[in-house]
């Protein structure tokens, strides 16, 4: 069998920074399935509009597949389109198949549209080694990087990007092969049972994974002694194809090792995938969280890894509601408090340069947030939580809301981190105190750090660093929150009022970690486990600037908690896997961030350049509506800048919405609140300026370009399939103005879209050998639209 070298069948997706600053090791790889589709104009079945959508769904499933699966818990109606999201996963011999995925959108007993990556052979393949791996993955990237790459007329060759590229490829590929080699010589003697112990895969994962080469050295020296240490237990906590095994004991982990055995897909030669039985990790380190297949045969052999961690780029509950909750699911409004100050850079100024801080007041959503943003039921609070009003005091022994004074609650528990604390201990850090009436005003006195002198710049108005990171982090969830990230949809709330998904996983959010520099990541597990968003002080210039006080970094941190609970359905955090997807996450963060700041009067925007102290910010270009500023186009991801480089990938992604949406505004209008209107008393929306005038049985549709971009944004995420392309996404914000709209503004998009060469000509090509372009623009527009 020829080696797979192909880029868009089989790539390696390993983030690093082309900059002197030190970055994580973060490992990311995994295929794309060439059988994988996405369809947005299904036959029609024969069911009333009345229908179970969940009948409709088994109804198209009997007819469309032969192979086993189940429905998942994480399905879900979305309120706002009435569309129901019903998320399958494939069944082959008892074992899920961990990337045989079927979306199906569906409404009015109709299946709009679905994607598909249902496994299509006929047997899972025994005795073979997978077709891809970590070392396919390596070798391939290799390959890659020593041939020229065309861009037009110019040539380029990888390894002339010197050492940072030597550095990138030794950490990454040439180091921890090296190493599994070594402990999978030392260990060939074991017996072949003894192979298949899910304690021996997680040893060579992290063997793999782990960043400090001298403790990859004593695990290999101390293999067995290591494996001896390690312990098995069992969680049946889940349904009994989820169950998991609990390995405890590994060195480099922050948590348990979480083990199941399941099938994955590898492509092969002929353009389809065979099945290898995998042992599915869930691997919790200090700067990763890992979701990692690793072989049942060769556990020394690494199928595919996704960091469930997202860096941003460096320069160059159970039981029933009770009535209080009934009301929350049936959309009344409670206003429960109008408490609440904070002086900060309020959402759309992006940093201290941008304008002038400004004392808001309550200023969180009723519907998003009907206790406002300090309040946790007692049932769903962290044990050694922070005090909470009336603590001690026996007249408050039976309240079942409890009242924090800090930057604690339901949407986020916000905190410094100077010591890098993790493993529950940072809930005793720092945070600035609000007192009874919760005003949250502290100076900002940014000072340089005397000559000599060890510790932390920004020490001295850490209160008010935690203060803005609090702040625009519930902003964030409320804004998300009322255009569809809801609790069912997977949004991170410790209590959830009854209204579906999975509690106990607000946001932790560290400010001014001490974990690193000139950064920021945010780790995305799935539904019901709390995300976890660490910003950094960046030392570019004196005194040093703070990432909690840049909107923009911010903002495209949290948005990975959006793009990642969507796309593929809450319980799967691994969707944005693939080469473009995870790009395309990247971009999402850039684009939601420079939208939520920009004005009625346009501006080119670039990103993060106050933190940076650079103008241009952290992308190569900023972004802009002329293609003289910024050039990028579809086929720019050719480029060699792409080769290695999510970031980059996604600036071409935010740079196609950005110019998508100045057409929607100027065919739309720009409004100056992004946030709807709260409901009346009796439940409904007023329309008002916000959205059109409501129809029956239709959703509410916003008026201008800006506020519609958003809602076709998060509601195309719902409806696109696992491991999107550039096409699938496309393709998904066009079918959700349909789902909106009834597709009044198909032109519009595709006006957008092809100007920036995702037309409806635009080519991607399979299976292009390295040193040549996969990707052509096209510029074309439906005849329709003509």
Same mark, same amino acid.
């Given at each position: 069998?020829?080696?797979?070298?192909?880029?868009?069948?089989?790539?390696?997706?390993?983030?690093?920074?082309? @900059?002197?600053?030190?970055? $994580?090791?973060?490992?990311?790889?995994?295929?794309?399935?060439?059988?994988?589709?996405?369809?947005?104009?299904?036959?029609?079945?024969? &069911?009333?509009?009345? #229908?179970?959508? *969940?009948?409709?769904?088994?109804?198209?499933?009997?007819?469309?597949?032969?192979?086993?699966?189940?429905?998942?818990?994480?399905?879900?109606?979305?309120?706002?389109?009435?569309?129901?999201?019903?998320?399958?996963?494939?069944?082959?011999?008892?074992?899920?198949?961990?990337?045989?995925?079927?979306?199906?959108?569906?409404?009015?007993? $109709?299946?709009?549209?679905?994607?598909?990556?249902? *496994?299509?052979?006929?047997?899972?393949?025994?005795?073979?080694?997978?077709?891809?791996?970590?070392?396919?993955?390596?070798?391939?990237?290799?390959?890659?990087?020593?041939?020229?790459?065309?861009?037009?007329?110019?040539?380029?060759?990888?390894?002339?990007?010197?050492?940072?590229?030597?550095?990138?490829?030794?950490?990454?590929?040439?180091?921890?092969?090296?190493?599994?080699?070594?402990?999978?010589?030392?260990?060939?003697?074991?017996?072949?049972?003894?192979?298949?112990?899910?304690? $021996? /895969?997680?040893?060579?994962?992290?063997?793999? #994974?782990?960043?400090?080469?001298?403790?990859?050295?004593?695990?290999?020296?101390?293999?067995?002694?290591?494996?001896?240490?390690?312990?098995?237990?069992?969680?049946?906590?889940?349904?009994?194809?989820?169950?998991?095994?609990?390995?405890?004991?590994?060195?480099?982990?922050?948590?348990?090792?979480?083990?199941?055995?399941?099938?994955?897909?590898?492509?092969?030669?002929?353009?389809?995938?065979?099945?290898?039985?995998?042992?599915?990790?869930?691997?919790?380190?200090?700067?990763?969280?890992?979701?990692?297949?690793?072989?049942?045969?060769?556990?020394?052999?690494?199928?595919?890894?996704?960091?469930? /961690?997202?860096?941003?780029?460096?320069?160059?509950?159970?039981?029933?509601?009770?009535?209080?909750?009934?009301?929350?699911?049936?959309?009344?409004?409670?206003?429960?408090?109008?408490?609440?100050?904070? +002086?900060?850079?309020?959402?759309?100024?992006?940093?201290?340069?941008?304008?002038?801080?400004?004392?808001?007041?309550?200023?969180?959503?009723?519907?998003?947030?009907? &206790?406002?943003?300090? @309040?946790?039921?007692?049932?769903?609070?962290?044990?050694?939580?922070?005090?909470?009003?009336?603590?001690?005091?026996?007249?408050?022994?039976?309240?079942?809301?409890?009242?924090?004074?800090?930057?604690?609650?339901?949407?986020?528990?916000?905190?410094?981190?100077?010591?890098?604390?993790?493993?529950?201990?940072?809930?005793?850090?720092?945070?600035?105190?609000?007192?009874?009436?919760?005003?949250?005003?502290?100076?900002?006195?940014?000072?340089?750090?005397?000559?000599?002198?060890?510790?932390?710049?920004?020490?001295?108005?850490?209160?008010?660093?935690?203060?803005?990171?609090?702040?625009?982090?519930?902003?964030?969830?409320?804004?998300?929150?009322?255009?569809?990230?809801?609790?069912? #949809?997977?949004? *991170?709330?410790?209590?959830?009022?009854?209204?579906?998904?999975?509690?106990?996983?607000?946001?932790?959010?560290?400010?001014?970690?001490?974990?690193?520099?000139?950064? /920021?990541?945010?780790?995305?597990?799935?539904?019901?486990?709390?995300?976890?968003?660490?910003?950094?002080?960046?030392?570019?210039?004196?005194?040093?600037?703070?990432?909690?006080?840049?909107?923009? !970094?911010?903002?495209?941190?949290?948005?990975?908690?959006?793009?990642?609970?969507?796309?593929?359905?809450?319980?799967?955090?691994?969707?944005?896997?693939? %080469?473009?997807?995870?790009?395309?996450?990247?971009?999402?963060?850039?684009?939601?961030?420079?939208?939520?700041?920009?004005?009625?009067?346009?501006?080119?925007?670039?990103?993060?350049?106050?933190?940076?102290?650079?103008?241009?910010?952290?992308?190569?270009?900023?972004?802009? +509506?002329?293609?003289?500023?910024?050039?990028?186009?579809?086929?720019?991801?050719?480029?060699?800048?792409?080769?290695?480089?999510?970031?980059?990938?996604?600036?071409? %992604?935010?740079?196609?919405?950005?110019? !998508?949406?100045?057409?929607?505004?100027?065919?739309?209008?720009?409004?100056?609140?992004? &946030?709807?209107?709260?409901?009346?008393?009796?439940?409904?929306?007023?329309?008002?300026?916000? &959205?059109?005038?409501?129809?029956?049985?239709?959703?509410?549709?916003?008026?201008?370009?800006?506020?519609?971009?958003?809602?076709?944004?998060?509601? #195309?995420?719902?409806?696109?399939?696992?491991?999107?392309?550039?096409?699938?996404?496309?393709? /998904?914000?066009?079918?959700?103005?349909?789902?909106? @709209?009834?597709?009044?503004?198909?032109?519009?998009?595709?006006?957008?879209?092809?100007? $920036?060469?995702?037309?409806?000509?635009?080519?991607?090509?399979?299976?292009?050998? %390295?040193?040549?372009?996969?990707?052509?623009?096209?510029?074309?527009?439906?005849?329709?639209?003509?």
């Amino acid at each position: 069998m020829r080696s797979l070298s192909v880029f868009s069948l089989s790539y390696m997706i390993l983030w690093v920074s082309a @900059t002197p600053f030190p970055a $994580r090791k973060s490992l990311r790889f995994a295929s794309l399935h060439p059988t994988a589709r996405f369809v947005t104009e299904p036959p029609a079945l024969s &069911f009333s509009a009345e #229908a179970d959508p *969940f009948d409709v769904a088994r109804s198209f499933l009997e007819q469309y597949t032969h192979s086993n699966y189940y429905i998942r818990n994480d399905s879900y109606t979305d309120k706002l389109t009435r569309v129901t999201h019903v998320y399958v996963r494939q069944l082959v011999d008892g074992l899920e198949v961990a990337d045989g995925n079927v979306n199906l959108n569906i409404r009015d007993g $109709r299946v709009l549209s679905y994607g598909d990556s249902f *496994f299509q052979g006929s047997a899972p393949t025994f005795g073979s080694r997978p077709t891809a791996s970590h070392a396919t993955y390596c070798a391939d990237l290799a390959r890659g990087a020593t041939r020229p790459i065309n861009i037009n007329a110019d040539q380029f060759v990888m390894t002339q990007t010197s050492h940072v590229w030597d550095e990138f490829y030794a950490v990454h590929c040439i180091r921890p092969l090296s190493a599994v080699r070594e402990a999978a010589a030392a260990n060939a003697h074991a017996p072949e049972q003894d192979s298949r112990d899910p304690r $021996r /895969a997680a040893l060579y994962f992290m063997i793999t #994974a782990h960043p400090d080469s001298s403790a990859v050295e004593q695990l290999i020296r101390n293999f067995d002694a290591t494996l001896d240490g390690m312990t098995i237990s069992y969680d049946h906590s889940l349904p009994e194809r989820q169950s998991s095994i609990i390995i405890s004991g590994l060195a480099g982990t922050t948590q348990p090792v979480k083990a199941r055995a399941v099938y994955v897909q590898t492509p092969t030669q002929d353009n389809a995938t065979e099945l290898h039985k995998s042992w599915r990790l869930e691997v919790q380190m200090e700067d990763n969280w890992y979701e990692a297949y690793l072989s049942v045969d060769d556990p020394s052999t690494v199928i595919s890894v996704i960091d469930w /961690a997202c860096d941003s780029a460096i320069p160059h509950g159970d039981g029933y509601p009770n009535a209080l909750e009934a009301k929350l699911a049936m959309g009344l409004p409670i206003n429960y408090t109008d408490r609440g100050a904070y +002086k900060v850079w309020k959402l759309g100024i992006n940093d201290p340069e941008s304008g002038e801080r400004t004392v808001e007041l309550a200023p969180y959503d009723q519907v998003a947030s009907p &206790f406002g943003w300090h @309040t946790i039921s007692k049932a769903n609070n962290l044990n050694e939580s922070p005090g909470w009003v009336g603590k001690g005091d026996k007249q408050h022994d039976n309240d079942k809301y409890l009242n924090f004074t800090t930057t604690w609650g339901n949407n986020v528990l916000a905190q410094e981190n100077w010591e890098n604390r993790e493993n529950l201990t940072w809930i005793q850090n720092h945070r600035p105190e609000g007192g009874p009436s919760l005003e949250f005003k502290f100076e900002y006195n940014p000072q340089v750090q005397p000559s000599g002198v060890s510790g932390t710049h920004g020490t001295n108005y850490v209160d008010l660093a935690v203060t803005q990171l609090f702040y625009t982090s519930n902003m964030i969830h409320d804004l998300y929150y009322r255009y569809g990230f809801d609790e069912a #949809a997977g949004n *991170f709330q410790q209590d959830n009022y009854g209204r579906g998904g999975l509690g106990g996983d607000a946001v932790i959010a560290h400010a001014q970690d001490k974990s690193g520099y000139n950064n /920021a990541n945010f780790m995305t597990p799935p539904d019901g486990q709390n995300g976890l968003c660490r910003m950094y002080l960046w030392d570019a210039s004196s005194p040093y600037r703070d990432g909690d006080l840049d909107a923009g !970094v911010l903002i495209h941190e949290l948005t990975h908690g959006l793009t990642n609970r969507l796309t593929g359905g809450p319980a799967n955090s691994g969707c944005l896997a693939t %080469w473009e997807s995870a790009g395309m996450g990247e971009g999402l963060g850039d684009f939601m961030a420079t939208l939520i700041r920009s004005g009625e009067k346009y501006h080119d925007f670039a990103v993060g350049s106050w933190v940076s102290n650079r103008t241009g910010g952290l992308r190569y270009y900023p972004y802009s +509506k002329n293609n003289i500023t910024n050039p990028s186009t579809y086929k720019s991801v050719d480029g060699p800048r792409y080769f290695w480089s999510l970031h980059a990938i996604g600036e071409v %992604w935010a740079e196609i919405l950005w110019v !998508v949406l100045q057409h929607m505004i100027k065919q739309h209008g720009f409004s100056s609140t992004l &946030f709807p209107p709260v409901p009346l008393w009796d439940g409904s929306i007023p329309t008002g300026e916000f &959205f059109h005038p409501a129809v029956a049985g239709k959703p509410l549709v916003p008026k201008h370009g800006n506020t519609l971009m958003i809602q076709l944004i998060v509601t #195309a995420m719902k409806l696109q399939p696992c491991r999107s392309s550039f096409f699938n996404a496309r393709d /998904a914000i066009i079918e959700a103005d349909k789902v909106l @709209t009834g597709g009044k503004n198909l032109c519009v998009l595709w006006a957008g879209f092809s100007e $920036r060469g995702l037309g409806t000509d635009a080519v991607f090509l399979d299976q292009i050998p %390295w040193g040549q372009q996969a990707r052509t623009n096209g510029f074309k527009v439906p005849d329709a639209c003509k």
